[in-house]
């Protein structure tokens, strides 16, 4: 099952939650908390044995949320998120096979750069938008200010390091489109079940953009 979005992954919501799935029964709740608090995406990542029937469980359940599959890390980890439903990919890195398997795949993909080299062979594959990780460690706004001027069509969404506290920097970037972090979806908000948690800071996270 797949499906095409009519435009780009970093225009959806100001940020992505990245999310870990302890089990698949927490999926739906989970996005149906951040739809109702205005994040209209979620990312789940590959991280779990729960990952793959937590993005089947939202398409099916929750329908009015964007739901792609994180931490792709090979090229048959593509084919089992397009096949649970994921509408768009994210890897933590770049390696030319894997970069291959996404571009043939039917949904958008974020790939991971932290190099302007990486940056450059994903602009080479005719993607502009990807990912930024280790964000912070890598440099954070700075280094993605830096490259604004050589890489002037590229758009990124900075992960890893960031917070509440930093995101509104990130997305005030010219070449930021969005922010993915963890701190909408605190485990142990996931684990208790405390949706209403989870709204309210989906709901805050909102109006970040």
Not at 88 to 109: I, K, R
Not at 124 to 142: C, H, I, N, V, Y
Not at 143 to 172: D, E
Request: glycine residues 12%; aromatic residues 4%; hydrophobic residues 45%.
């Amino acid at each position: 099952m797949s499906a095409q979005l009519a435009g780009s992954v970093l225009d959806i919501s100001p940020v992505i939650p990245v999310v870990v799935l302890g089990d698949a029964g927490e999926a739906a709740p989970l996005a149906g908390a951040l739809a109702r608090g205005g994040i209209g995406i979620v990312e789940v990542t590959l991280r779990s044995p729960a990952a793959l029937e937590g993005v089947r469980r939202i398409r099916a359940e929750v329908p009015e949320i964007t739901v792609g599959a994180g931490t792709v890390t090979g090229a048959a980890q593509v084919g089992e998120a397009v096949d649970a439903g994921a509408q768009f990919l994210v890897s933590p890195g770049s390696t030319p096979a894997l970069l291959d398997a996404m571009a043939a795949c039917p949904v958008p993909y974020l790939a991971g750069t932290s190099t302007v080299s990486e940056m450059l062979e994903v602009l080479d594959r005719g993607a502009t938008e990807m990912k930024f990780f280790p964000a912070e460690a890598s440099g954070g706004l700075d280094y993605l200010m830096s490259v604004a001027g050589p890489l002037p069509h590229a758009r990124f969404c900075p992960t890893g390091g960031i917070s509440a506290q930093n995101a509104p920097r990130y997305l005030a970037a010219a070449n930021v489109g969005c922010v993915g972090g963890s701190w909408l979806t605190p485990a142990d908000a996931v684990t208790a079940g405390d949706w209403q948690r989870i709204e309210r800071l989906a709901a805050e996270a909102a109006q970040l953009g």
